[in-house]
């Protein structure tokens, strides 16, 4: 299998669910398996996607953090405590995720990148290997993991794809109700990685004076500039979104205590 680092960009306020008493990435969610018969692991936001990397092969990975959430390194710390080896990168320039993400360039530009958000939940455990095997077979240079945009989210980032799964066009906050799927995590080789990077820095000067950058933003440069970028649907359920209170009150039901 070929060298593989996982992303994920934790450097977010939490602005729609403050205030919270710990970054939301470690906030507790439920629990793990027993390790013995009479003690459960909790288990916090961040460690849902870590678990499905890890299903994938994925043994390294970064956090992208902010100054000040330093509760991240201190609950994850080295790694091994999810049976990983972590690192992490502070944050640059705030102009959005895809700048958050680019911090990361110089330890992946030679490797392939597993891409996660940590407050996003679902429940397919073998995702991260399904897009892995698209991107062997397809050769893509990008490979997208869809879901169902779901009822109660009209505005997302839609997805436009060809019956072989070429994504045409990532529509940003759109409601157009013909596309259903959305992506949440995906898988990039070295191309995408350089991509992204002169894009950032072709746009750094810039970047102050409009709204934060958005990765389907960098995803549609990316197609327009000839990349090759794939969908592969891992969900027949819409992700939960534990950044607005609604996500993350259904999370509590979902993956809390009582749920067991």
């Excluded at 030679?110 to 996003?120: E, K, N, Q, R, S």
């Excluded at 820095?201 to 995803?219: D, L």
Aim: glycine share 10%; with cysteine.
């Amino acid at each position: 299998m070929k060298k593989i680092i996982g992303l994920v960009p934790a450097a977010g306020l939490a602005n729609r669910i403050s205030p919270l008493p710990c970054s939301k990435e470690v906030f507790p969610l439920g629990w793990g398996q027993p390790a013995t018969a009479d003690q459960f692991r909790p288990m916090v936001a961040g460690s849902f996607l870590l678990n499905k990397m890890l299903n994938a092969g994925v043994r390294k990975a970064f956090f992208i953090i902010r100054k000040g959430k330093w509760d991240i390194p201190q609950y994850f710390g080295d790694g091994s405590i999810i049976e990983m080896n972590l690192g992490y990168l502070i944050m640059g320039d705030p102009y959005g995720v895809p700048f958050t993400i680019d911090q990361a360039f110089p330890f992946v530009a030679d490797t392939m990148v597993a891409f996660g958000f940590p407050d996003i939940l679902f429940q397919e455990e073998h995702s991260y290997r399904q897009l892995l095997e698209g991107q062997a077979s397809s050769g893509a240079d990008l490979v997208l993991g869809l879901f169902p945009v779901g009822q109660e989210r009209p505005k997302a980032d839609r997805v436009s794809r060809e019956r072989d799964g070429h994504i045409r066009e990532v529509l940003t906050a759109s409601t157009k109700q013909e596309l259903i799927h959305t992506w949440g995590i995906g898988v990039w080789t070295p191309s995408f990685s350089q991509f992204m990077h002169e894009l950032i820095n072709k746009v750094r000067g810039e970047a102050s004076s409009r709204s934060e950058w958005t990765m389907s933003e960098v995803i549609n440069e990316g197609i327009q500039s000839g990349l090759k970028v794939q969908g592969i649907q891992v969900s027949q359920k819409p992700f939960l979104d534990i950044g607005t209170p609604e996500g993350l009150a259904q999370a509590l039901l979902q993956y809390g205590p009582n749920s067991q």
